[in-house]
């Protein structure tokens, strides 16, 4: 069963709604489970008031017979249960894994990582809660009354302990709920912030090594650590007293039952054999308000996983079935493009507008926090602006399917990003994850090494195309690591590439294969925007764009640009022209 992802804020909904049935069965099962849990209550009833009195051994055979088979009955449906909750659990991690993955791919915005590495946690602790003892105990809290009623045929006397046993218990649940609920979410929250980091610093533990911060960041991360400590030692505290004094109550009611019991029957207002009934059946009544407090902890964790996954679920973009549109020819067109500071106090970039026709190639260049690198990721999609349209061929950007549009985009961004594994799948995008023709992938695959001219190096690396790489390209140079990403971004010969510094790593022999492959580009009428610090590349550019404080500064040919460039240089260089202009 496929989930609808049209509308994303029904996808819990829907997730959960498909293993109604597994959660009814259970339902069902726990009830069959809670009656046949009376067959021990009435075999003592039966054996003192009948077999004792009478001597009847043949009774017993019979009784001891039933209760056998009640019993084995009773295991058989505990064992049915929990094999329905485990494929309840398996269902729901089917049903929504891939879309929780797939939604913090999505997301953007300087907040997404922190929360998307933590999106799986979350969602496994509410799966084990929804299918592990936490469910067993609000499948069992109905019964409570059932054994009260029990206790009632019995005597009244022992219902109304019962009764005055559980209000005492739900009074300490409600307070325990009040006193941990809160130190509960702010260590849940503290946790997840503190493993956060630590999987951030080991992600950069050989600059660590080299920069000597080793120690500086032990003692952050034990800081991080000791605040979530104190906050889960609170909690566990307060929790941890009303835990113990439930259990005091409990074993002191059940206790108090049997005196309770055995007083009525000395006043023969029972009969002996509900002596030991009652304390069974008033520690059968509580057991359910017990096993909740005992597992609120896990209550409280889960109740905040749900809200968690499911604000990220409704903040989800719809999947709309968008129109295919043709294959874009290469024309991309920014319209007073706008992208503000996380605080929207300031522009990162401001009303940015200029055009990009088939077969050129544009330099951006500039000052560090220009906005270059914002630019491209805004251009490539990786971004989205706050204000203002990229089209490309007329098309607005959000009005392609992503996943249609990004075989015609290339993309190397400033800090390569490989991933773990062979440099053929990093070059082919894991499009062999998703496809099986092989063949085809490997002659995609060779034919863009030979594109970004990285064909031969890798052929001289031990494992050639199958070397595995680690996280970032480690097994690589940076310079081995950026050839190895143009090949990636020119994989499937797109028509619209953005290159971020490709040329930042390159040796020399590097930065002449990355002209002439850009020269090879432009025969192929792709459009080229290119981030460059290093000037080696702009005698293949056909425009620059020079852009300061998030804004173009000046856009216009390569010739006419240098011009002015180089006229405005020879003014700093000069006084009183600079104090004339």
């Known amino acids: 069963m496929m989930l609808d992802l049209g ?68 295991s058989l449906l505990e064992f049915v249960r929990s094999r329905l909750l485990v494929r309840a659990s398996v269902r729901l991690d089917r049903q929504l894994s891939g879309v929780l993955l797939d939604t913090t791919l999505m997301r953007r915005g300087p907040t997404a990582d922190t929360m998307n590495k933590q999106v799986l946690r979350e969602f496994d602790t509410l799966r084990q809660a929804l299918t592990g003892p936490t469910i067993l105990t609000i499948f069992d809290i109905p019964w409570s009354p059932i054994y009260v009623i029990i206790c009632f045929i019995i005597h009244p006397a022992i219902a109304a302990l019962a ?48 920069l000597g911060m080793r120690q500086a960041l032990v003692h952050r991360h034990l800081a991080e650590r000791q605040t979530m400590l104190r906050l889960q030692t609170e ?25 309770l019991g055995a007083w009525l029957a000395v006043n023969n207002a029972i009969s002996a054999g509900a002596i030991f009934a009652a304390s069974f059946l008033v520690g059968r009544a509580l057991a359910p308000i017990d096993q909740l407090l005992n597992t609120w902890r896990s209550f409280v964790k889960a109740r905040g996983s749900y809200e968690t996954l499911n604000d990220l679920l409704a903040a989800r973009e719809a999947d709309i079935a968008l129109t295919q549109l043709p294959a874009p020819a ?16 300031a522009a990162i970039l401001a009303d940015i507008s200029f055009a990009v026709e088939p077969g050129e190639v544009i330099a951006i260049v500039g000052p560090s926090g220009a906005g270059k690198s914002t630019l491209l990721r805004m251009l490539s999609g990786a ?48 499009q062999n994850c998703l496809s099986n023709d092989e063949s085809a992938i490997d002659a995609a695959v060779v034919e863009a090494a030979r594109a970004s001219g990285v064909h031969d190096m890798i052929l001289r690396l031990s494992g050639g195309y199958n070397q595995m790489l680690g996280w970032g390209g480690r097994g690589l140079s940076a310079g081995q690591a950026q050839r190895v990403g143009l090949a990636r971004a020119l994989y499937g010969n797109p028509h619209i590439i953005f290159l971020d510094e490709p040329n930042a790593h390159l040796d020399a022999e590097g930065e002449v294969q990355l002209v002439a492959t850009l020269a090879d580009l432009k025969k192929k009428n792709a459009s080229v925007i290119v981030v460059a610090h290093r000037m080696g590349i702009l005698g293949v550019v056909d425009k620059i764009m020079v852009m300061r404080d998030g804004r173009i500064e000046t856009f216009g040919p390569r010739d006419e640009v240098l011009g002015r460039l180089k006229a405005i240089r020879s003014n700093d260089q000069n006084p009183v022209k600079v104090a004339e202009a």
């Open 330 to 345: 290469g024309r991309i067109v920014a319209e007073h493009v706008t992208l503000l500071s996380a605080n929207q106090e």
């Open 163 to 210: 009764v005055a046993g559980g209000a005492v218990l739900l009074f300490i649940t409600f307070r325990n709920e009040r006193q941990t609920s809160q130190p509960l979410t702010r260590a849940n929250e503290a946790a997840s912030k503190a493993y956060v980091s630590q999987e951030q610093t080991l992600a950069g533990a050989e600059i660590i090594r080299a």
């Open 7 to 74: 509308h994303p804020s029904d996808i819990m909904a829907q997730a959960l709604s498909s293993c109604r049935r597994h959660f009814l069965s259970s339902l069902i099962f726990s009830a069959l489970l809670n009656l046949l849990y009376i067959a021990p209550v009435l075999y003592m009833l039966q054996v003192y008031d009948r077999v004792v009195s009478e001597h009847g051994t043949t009774t017993l055979l019979f009784l001891t017979l039933i209760l056998l088979i009640s019993l084995a009955a009773l």
């Open 235 to 259: 909690a566990s505290f307060a929790g941890g007293r009303h835990v113990a004094l439930s259990k005091f109550i409990r074993l002191s009611l059940q206790s108090l039952a049997l005196g």
């Open 383 to 430: 971004s989205r602006p706050h204000r203002g349209t990229i089209r490309f061929d007329g098309a607005d950007i959000r009005d392609w399917d992503t996943e249609r549009l990004a075989p015609y985009v290339g993309y190397l961004p400033q800090d390569t990003s490989l991933f773990p594994g062979s440099i053929r799948d990093n070059i082919a995008r894991f």
